[in-house]
């Protein structure tokens, strides 16, 4: 059974930082791409970033690109998103989702599991 965990979101003052965990388990890592996406309130969930397990290759959104880092812990099957320069638009609530395959997609409905969210106010 899969199982993907979010965790470390809170509240935070604009231009402060954010470390987001997601704690998976059931997969073949080997063969898998995470992703991170947000939906804030009224608006649809939109993508954030995403890392190949294997190679390691990330990928963001342009929104994000340069204050957000994608990494990820092989011995712990964790993935973390570094959030730095935090902005209030960038509150939302965040979910980790895994795709089978290496394949990079930004696309929601292309992603085979989800967590269950974590919360993140950024106050101005």
């Known amino acids: 059974q899969v199982q993907l965990a979010e965790s470390g979101g809170g509240l935070v003052q604009a231009g402060g930082s954010l470390r987001l965990s997601c704690a998976a388990s059931g997969l073949t890592f080997s063969n898998v791409h995470m992703g991170w996406f947000r939906q804030a309130p009224g608006k649809e969930r939109e993508f954030v970033g995403s890392i190949s397990w294997s190679g390691g290759s990330t990928y963001y959104a342009d929104s994000v690109k340069g204050r957000f880092t994608i990494s990820k812990d092989n011995a712990k099957n964790t993935v973390f998103l570094q959030m730095n320069s935090l902005k209030p638009e960038d509150t939302a609530v965040y979910y980790c989702?895994?795709?089978?395959?290496?394949?990079?997609?930004?696309?929601?409905?292309?992603?085979?599991?989800w967590g269950q969210g974590t919360q993140v106010y950024v106050s101005s």
């Open positions: 989702a895994a795709r089978r395959g290496t394949y990079f997609t930004t696309k929601d409905h292309e992603y085979d599991y």
